[in-house]
Nanobody, 119 residues
Framework: QVQLVESGGGLVQAGGSLRLSCAAS????????IAWYLQAPGKQRELVAV???????NYSDSVKGRFTISRDNAKDTVYLQMNILKPEDTAVYYC?????????????WGQGTQVTVSS
């Protein structure tokens, strides 16, 4: 059974930092591209950052320079270091694991972790 378990969310003041973790089980973690998405109330889920199986990274313009995604394949875990947080970063953050194979794409989601940034 595949599981992605996010942790590290919480309440923080603007300008503060949080580190989110996404721990995976049931997959060959090193083969997967891992992404963080956020979903604010009443809005669509949007991509925040992605790290490929080869550890290349990409970020949305809104978080570039403030957030850093990293992975530890030995621990089957991806991290999202979030610095200089802003109230508009408030959302539920979801971890996504994706791996394309000949027969299709394996795509898994975590349950989400709430991040609230107060002004």
């Amino acid at each position: 059974q595949v599981q992605l378990v996010e942790s590290g969310g919480g309440l923080v003041q603007a300008g503060g930092s949080l580190r989110l973790s996404c721990a995976a089980s049931g997959i060959t973690f090193s083969l997967y591209n891992i992404a963080w998405y956020l979903q604010a109330p009443g809005k669509q889920r949007e991509l925040v950052a992605v790290i490929t199986s080869g550890s290349s990274t990409n970020y949305s313009d809104s978080v570039k320079g403030r957030f850093t995604i990293s992975r530890d394949n030995a621990k089957d875990t991806v991290y999202l270091q979030m610095n200089i947080l802003k109230p508009e970063d408030t959302a539920v953050y979801y971890c996504n694991a994706r791996h394309a194979v000949l027969s299709g794409t394996h795509n898994y989601w975590g349950q989400g972790t709430q991040v609230t940034v107060s002004s």
